[in-house]
């Protein structure tokens, strides 16, 4: 979802407390990159974490006070997260999928709902082996 003023990402890259311009919803790298292919069009910045084997997807701000699905983690208020310079694309260390200077949101519902689906995707897998 790209707003008028997007959040910017500092060129350098700093830690960023999350709850003011966005949220973060954190997911186990597999399962965000899945959502990501079940997403109809993948709009907002996605952050990688390769220490953490993490994705970082960005929502509006108040998103994660209400966010409940297993295997993620939402950061709103109180949390800060490590943003890699906007134009950083690959490792070493953390990058974006998509190299950009905005920090563009991802629309909260339909993100839930593709995460929600490779939960469930991941679960009838589980029973049938």
Known sequence: MRAAADPTIPPEGASVPAGVEWDAIRTPRPMGLAALRRLSAPEGAVLVDPVGRALFFFVRPGTAQNWCLPLTVALGKGHLVELPPGGRDRPPGAYWLAASTCLVLTLARP????????????????ESS
């Open 111 to 126: 993100l839930h709902l593709a995460l929600r689906a490779v939960l469930t995707s991941m679960h009838s897998t589980e």
